[in-house]
């Protein structure tokens, strides 16, 4: 049994126990594959996978018990290899950050330029994908951290810190009547279309769960996992959005106007997810402090065994109301 075939292990299972499509992203012949998991099955005495006319369907119940371990190994030798790298290449490496697009177009920016020209030899990768998935990506060990809001169920394996809390905004298209309202109520907005999040994003659920307690149940006509296509579809006047303030620039949003609601809505927290029983290179932790300037490289190592003993986050808040005329 060796370390490699754990690795090719874990890519047939998250390629779906797709033998074509893993030989193909590990770059190998697939009668090759074929054989090391075959090799593997032998050491280990038992079926890993469940067959169906010599094709994989999914992961027998020790497969999925393997699965486990393999992680764990396949993690355990990551994190050897990076305390050696610590102290052999301080500032070179890799950092991955999974992330959602609204945090990757509008938070991230000004930190990465600042990451980057204070640690030129580390390559930077950005991963997008739903909280759920971002959160998987650090799992699976293929992501350094997740940054969005937590997934609707957290891996125990993870740790979120919370960085800051996000207000919400309701964006309409320029002449749009909801903008003349006063006061805006919860009833007067469940009259018109909803453009919102994928049902993946907690967001959604919790924005949904507001009108709930109301009795109202607002037409949601579109869901989408991008900020940009919500206001592209706001814009076109298919409906109003009820996005993070972080996503609205005036400058940029010529064809919309936004208005406050966080007199209506709960903000949103964006985290930081870690694993657990990670090994948390300088330059990360680095990053970490640069993103949320409140989680210090000092007090993370504390903030790992207890995320509640962490100052409380801050409001990040991109949108400025217009002046009352």
Request: proline share 8%; aromatic share 8%; glycine share 4%.
């Amino acid at each position: 049994m060796t370390l490699q075939q754990m690795r090719y292990f874990l890519e047939v299972v998250r390629l779906g126990c797709n033998i074509t499509r893993a030989a193909q992203a590990l770059s190998i012949a697939q009668p090759s594959l074929s054989r090391q998991m075959q090799s593997l099955e032998r050491e280990i005495g038992v079926d890993l996978f469940v067959r169906e006319n010599k094709r994989l369907i999914g992961l027998s119940e020790p497969g999925e018990q393997v699965h486990r371990i393999a992680l764990r190994m396949v993690l355990d030798a990551e994190r050897a290899r990076s305390v050696g790298a610590e102290f052999r290449q301080e500032h070179t490496g890799m950092l991955t950050i999974a992330t959602t697009h609204t945090q990757a177009r509008y938070a991230l920016p000004a930190v990465v330029r600042a990451f980057s020209a204070r640690y030129p030899n580390i390559a930077l990768r950005l991963r997008q994908g739903t909280p759920t998935e971002a959160a998987q990506m650090v799992v699976d060990g293929t992501a350094d951290l997740s940054i969005a809001t937590a997934p609707p169920d957290p891996h125990p394996d993870l740790v979120f810190l919370p960085c800051y809390t996000l207000p919400r905004i309701i964006l309409t298209p320029v002449g749009h009547p909801l903008m003349r309202y006063r006061p805006l109520t919860l009833k007067r907005l469940a009259g018109f279309p909803l453009i919102t999040y994928d049902y993946s994003f907690s967001t959604h659920s919790k924005i949904l769960e507001t009108f709930a307690r109301e009795n109202l149940a607002p037409s949601v006509i579109i869901n989408a996992i991008d900020a940009d296509v919500i206001k592209t579809y706001v814009e076109l006047g298919m409906g109003v959005a009820i996005v993070p303030s972080l996503a609205f620039d005036r400058q940029r949003d010529k064809g919309l106007r936004a208005r406050d609601a966080s007199m209506l809505f709960q903000p949103s927290t964006i985290q930081i997810g870690l694993r657990r029983d990670g090994y948390l290179r300088s330059y990360t932790a680095s990053f970490i402090e640069l993103f949320a300037p409140h989680l210090e490289k000092s007090i993370l190592p504390r903030a790992l065994l207890d995320p509640q003993s962490i100052p409380m986050p801050g409001t990040l808040r991109a949108f400025k109301p217009l002046p009352k005329r």
